[in-house]
Nanobody, 121 residues
Framework: QVQLVESGGGLVQPGGSLRLSCAASGSIFSINAMGWYRQAPGKQRESVAR???????NYADSVKGRFTISRDNAKNMVYLQMNSLKPEDTAVYYC???????????????WGQGTQVTVSS
């Protein structure tokens, strides 16, 4: 019924910037919280940034001051602006959203397919 599609990942040098985008589509009634997660090889998936429907944000300590999450409710999109990237930011980044679907009115946790971000010189 609903899906998330991510874009913007790639290879960047340390100190560089990337902007990740995530578009939600399908039979959407409304979207509550949205967020970005990441997982490096051999490590657990961790929350990077979250944003509520009202615009309140939370960040992992490791990215605070460098990453900015934002959303466009009219377009059902969420973004992650990543600045001053470090090699330790290398991971697969996943978009997540809590979506109330039109059919049935249930809230579903939806994940994107993941996009690779590699920070290396």
């Amino acid at each position: 019924q609903v899906q998330l599609v991510e874009s913007g990942g790639g290879l960047v040098q340390p100190g560089g910037s990337l902007r990740l985008s995530c578009a939600a589509s399908g039979s959407i009634f409304s979207i509550n919280a949205m967020g970005w997660y990441r997982q490096a090889p051999g490590k657990q998936r961790e929350s990077v940034a979250r944003i509520t429907s009202g615009g309140s944000t939370n960040y992992a300590d490791s990215v605070k001051g460098r990453f900015t999450i934002s959303r466009d409710n009219a377009k059902n999109m969420v973004y992650l602006q990543m600045n001053s990237l470090k090699p330790e930011d290398t991971a697969v980044y996943y978009c997540n959203a809590d979506i109330r679907v039109r059919v049935g009115g249930q809230i579903r946790g939806v994940w994107g397919q993941g996009t690779q971000v590699t920070v290396s010189s």
